[in-house]
């Protein structure tokens, strides 16, 4: 009797962690949704307050932007030159961010949304999808790469 209560147990116990292995996994991703979310208000708070260095605080040191009609740029002082040119050029942009799915996988999630941009005056300047990977880094989210397209037509491409 006692080999047969081991067994049973031994097998309780291998199946048993299934469950809650799911449930910590479901736990993780509803925590880095919610981290994820908070980084990107303050994305959108450092970007319309025209925060170059506030943004790119947001991204991994190593991390890559690939924006619109220009080469990638990699690392947090390069990215966040990027975003200084961006301001510099058009000053008062703001932009809204929406997601619209995010798949997190341990340390790693990503993020696809759409963002609307909108001019100094507040008319719609730009609209389109957007991708992100983030990577948890030291206990935190960051942006490790970024792109984004316009869903608007090129200049003289015509409607």
């Known amino acids: 009797m006692r080999k047969w209560t081991g ?8 199946t048993a962690p299934a469950p809650a292995l799911a449930q910590d996994e479901d736990q993780a991703a509803a925590e880095a949704a919610a981290a994820i979310a908070v980084a990107n208000e303050a994305w959108e708070e450092a970007y319309n307050a025209g925060d ?11 991390a ?3 924006a619109p009609n220009m080469e990638p740029v990699t690392g947090r002082e390069a990215i966040q030159a990027l975003m200084q040119a ?6 008062g942009f703001t932009t809204a961010l929406e997601t619209t799915s995010l798949e997190v996988a341990g340390d790693m999630a990503i993020e696809v949304g759409r963002y609307v941009a909108m001019d100094a005056d507040g008319g719609h300047a ?5 991708m992100a990977t983030w990577e948890k880094v030291d206990g935190e989210w960051k942006l490790a ?3 984004w397209n316009s869903s ?3 200049p003289g491409a015509g409607s």
């Open 86 to 91: 961006g301001f510099d050029a058009a000053p």
């Open 52 to 62: 170059a260095a506030g943004v790119a605080a947001l991204y991994a040191e190593d």
């Open 126 to 130: 730009d609209h389109g999808p957007y």
């Open 7 to 14: 067994a049973l147990l031994a097998a309780a116990m291998a």
């Open 152 to 154: 608007m037509p090129a």
């Open 145 to 147: 790469a970024d792109i």
């Open 64 to 66: 890559t932007v690939m």
